[in-house]
């Protein structure tokens, strides 16, 4: 089975801390995804890799970055954290390069941030 | 850009009974099209995927969705709910949109409660 896990989850940070959420996926997936999770909204995609070192910007990327050093490890960084980022964040892998909207994407158990 | 609906936020009904929960997208070519469940505090996990082919799909769990491309709409059945069907439902599109933003694009959610 398809394995991803994240570091924590419940996390608790004060405004202004730098935050790292982790991911990690054992499946050897090129393709790894943040989104948020917000109680009306949805999920909404923050980041997205197709390789490593690789990052493009999803629908609302503004106050994260994003970092893939290894393929099996896809971070998100919060550089200053604030209140509006509380919320689920869920990490996705999947297995195919190119048509990476089309392929099955397989989910973390989340992470509930709150930020005061 | 492709989007979903589910204009359904929340839905009961008693167990044993019937369930139909409405997805509808919008999107100019075929669509990557999935349903995914959330149970409480856990991620999310897919249920059943259309791609081409038949356009009545099984999944797990006993659930079925069918694609109508008249009505753009690909909605989830099962025939009888058990208490542990209790959780949010995700209708996703997914689509290369060869730049830009991509990932699958997810509906708001459906809720639903299981009455005993």
């Known amino acids: 089975d398809v394995k991803v896990t994240q570091s924590s989850r419940y996390l608790v940070k004060r405004t202004g801390e730098k935050v790292f959420l982790e991911c990690v996926q054992d499946m050897d997936h090129e393709n790894m995804f943040w989104y948020r999770q917000d109680p009306g909204l949805g999920l909404r995609l923050i980041y997205f890799?197709?390789?490593?070192?690789?990052?493009e910007k999803g629908d609302i990327p503004e106050g994260y970055s994003v970092s893939r050093e290894k393929k099996e490890r896809f971070s998100l960084i919060l550089e200053s954290a604030s209140t509006n980022q509380t919320s689920m964040y869920l990490c996705a892998s999947s297995p195919l390069q190119g048509l990476i909207s089309t392929d099955t994407q397989y989910f973390g158990p989340g992470t509930r941030l709150t930020v005061l | 850009a492709q989007s979903v609906t589910q204009p359904d936020i929340h839905i009961t009904v008693s167990e044993g009974a019937s369930l139909e929960l409405r997805c509808n997208y919008s999107y100019g070519a075929t669509p990557y099209l999935f349903w995914y469940v959330q149970s409480p505090g856990q991620g999310l996990q897919l249920l059943l995927k259309?791609?081409?082919?038949?356009?009545l799909v099984q999944g797990i769990k006993g659930f079925e969705a069918e694609f109508k491309r008249s009505q753009s709409s690909f909605n989830l059945r099962k025939p009888s709910v058990h208490w542990s069907d209790a959780a949010e439902y995700f209708c996703a599109v997914g689509a290369h949109s060869g730049g830009g933003a991509d990932g699958l694009t997810f509906g708001k959610g459906t809720h639903l409660i299981i009455q005993p």
């Open positions: 890799s197709y390789d490593v070192k690789m990052k």
């Open positions: 259309y791609f081409s082919g038949d356009t």
